[in-house]
């Protein structure tokens, strides 16, 4: 199963929200989760050291995607981080990829902000049209928005529509849960609260150690079987 994170505004806390889906996968499947990285943030959030190679790299090489598997980052038992890696991450072999990740394990994509396209589904640099690829194709695409009209107005002129929704919530905002879920056209999954006990675990790189059972139990949903 793939499950794809994005959002359509910076500092949504789509990472965080990819990283918790996949810890709580990791836990409650019986099956490996894997976390992929598009933007470059996860091995940070997770304490790890940057890593010298990854998907970025493999991207631009004629290696079988088998080979993949040797930068694999173990973050727990069952769950393992492809790293982002460095430089610009192509398409031309998107496809290979998308077959790579057709496996019995649950995947969870971080694919940070998507911009609106000047071309339905790409026309921009290799890194934005690998993100709406996979983004486009996951089974289930998952927005990741606070309720910001500035968040919500990006969202609705986009090409794809999501098929869930995690909802952000911080205090003071006029929209409802209700406003946001008629404006996207998509069900709110679940209501994720802004808690300093996250931040203060990602801050750390600790969140895989520090991880807030809230937070986590509410993301259940992203990753349960379709």
């Given at each position: 199963m793939l499950v794809t994170c994005w959002s359509t505004k910076g500092g949504s806390g789509t990472t965080v929200i990819a990283a918790l889906a996949s810890l709580h996968a990791a836990h409650e499947r019986h099956r490996p989760v894997l976390l992929i990285d598009l933007c470059g943030d996860l091995p940070a959030v997770f304490g790890c050291a940057e890593a010298s190679s990854g998907l970025a790299e493999w991207l631009r090489s004629d290696l079988a995607p088998c080979s993949l598997e040797r930068v694999?980052?173990?973050?727990t038992p069952s769950l393992s981080l492809l790293p982002r890696g460095q430089g610009p991450m192509g398409t031309r072999r998107a496809d290979d990829l998308v077959e790579?990740?057709?496996?019995?394990?649950?995947?969870?994509?971080?694919?940070?902000v998507l911009y609106p396209p000047t071309?339905?589904?790409?026309?921009?640099?290799?890194?934005?049209?690998?993100?709406?690829?996979?983004?486009?194709?996951?089974?289930?695409?998952?927005?990741?928005?606070?309720?910001?009209?500035?968040?919500?107005?990006?969202?609705v002129s986009l090409p794809v529509r999501p098929s869930g929704v995690v909802l952000v919530?911080?205090?003071?905002?006029?929209?409802?849960?209700?406003?946001?879920e008629r404006a996207i056209g998509a069900p709110v999954l679940t209501t994720v609260a802004i808690d300093?006990?996250?931040?203060r675990a990602v801050d750390a790189g600790m969140l895989r150690t520090r991880v807030p059972k809230g937070a986590i139990k509410a993301l259940g949903r992203l990753t349960e079987e379709i």
């Open positions: 694999l980052e173990e973050l790579w990740l057709t496996t019995d394990a649950v995947v969870v994509v971080d694919a940070g071309e339905p589904l790409g026309g921009g640099s290799g890194d934005d049209e690998l993100r709406w690829r996979l983004a486009a194709e996951a089974d289930r695409s998952i927005l990741v928005t606070r309720a910001c009209y500035l968040a919500l107005r990006r969202t919530a911080e205090a003071g905002r006029a929209l409802t849960r209700s406003d946001c300093p006990d996250i931040a």
